[in-house]
């Protein structure tokens, strides 16, 4: 099977199916979201690996070689020209919205994501990201916010009750404006996560490396392998 393209992928969002299958239901689906997809971007990198400059010799990307594939139209609602979180939300919810819109239409009503509708039907959610969890592209798929209200958009990654988050450190566990708030990593285990950092700290959890129901939390600078969640569909 053909490889990845190295450092192609920046958002990994792991829908877990664990429940009895059969040989037509995938046991796991993968939503992945790549930062620099336009025809362009992705021609350039085709081009690049085929002509030999992969350390393996020549090679392809993936995902040109789907079955199936398509275009998208990446504007949004207010502007030609998009962003982050107009983008993050379009791809979550599908829905289009105004710029520096997360999870929230024109109007600013909640979105839901398909993340939460899974969430909601007994699925077990994972979301890994090579950036920062309250950015803007992971969190359209937990948060319903504004993009510069940081804060409230990371408490809202340990609401969500996802089952699995990783990513690099947040870029505000604290609310400036209101010091009475809770620090961010404290309200995750509140909200009954294990905050584990670096893959030292996710290995030497017992809870991190066992297959039981409890909800961790993972932060790292590199990508980690997820696991079975027993109990979850």
């Given at each position: 099977m053909k490889q990845f393209a190295k450092k192609s992928l920046v958002l990994f969002i792991a829908l877990f199916f664990t429940a009895a299958l059969s040989a037509k239901t995938p046991k796991y689906i993968f939503y992945c979201i790549g930062d620099g997809m336009s025809f362009a971007h992705v021609m350039a990198t085709q081009l690049f690996y085929e002509n030999g400059n992969y350390e393996d010799g020549n090679e392809s990307l993936v995902f040109l070689?789907?079955?199936?594939?398509?275009?998208?139209?990446?504007?949004?609602?207010?502007?030609?020209?998009?962003?982050?979180?107009?983008?993050?939300?379009?791809?979550?919810?599908?829905?289009?919205?105004?710029l520096a819109h997360i999870g929230i239409g024109p109007d600013k009503q909640p979105l839901t994501s398909v993340a939460k509708q899974l969430r909601d039907k007994g699925y077990a959610i994972g979301?890994?990201?090579?950036?920062?969890?309250?950015?803007?592209?992971?969190?359209?798929?937990?948060?319903?916010?504004?993009?510069?209200?940081?804060?409230?958009?990371?408490?809202?990654?340990?609401?969500?009750?996802?089952?699995?988050?990783?990513?690099?450190?947040?870029?505000?566990?604290?609310?400036?404006?209101?010091?009475?708030?809770?620090?961010?990593?404290?309200?995750?285990?509140?909200?009954?996560?294990?905050?584990?950092?670096?893959?030292e700290g996710y290995n030497s959890q017992k809870k991190c490396r066992q297959n039981t129901p409890s909800r961790y939390r993972y932060h790292t600078q590199k990508m980690v392998t997820l696991h079975d969640r027993k109990g979850a569909r």
């Open positions: 070689d789907f079955p199936v594939r398509s275009a998208i139209r990446t504007y949004a609602n207010n502007s030609l020209i998009t962003c982050s979180a107009a983008a993050g939300t379009a791809l979550a919810t599908g829905h289009k919205t105004n979301i890994i990201t090579s950036g920062q969890l309250d950015d803007a592209t992971p969190a359209a798929f937990y948060a319903g916010q504004m993009r510069n209200d940081t804060y409230q958009i990371g408490k809202e990654g340990a609401d969500s009750q996802f089952d699995f988050l990783a990513g690099s450190t947040l870029m505000k566990p604290f609310n400036r404006r209101d010091p009475s708030q809770p620090y961010i990593y404290d309200y995750y285990r509140q909200k009954g996560y294990t905050v584990c950092r670096g893959p």
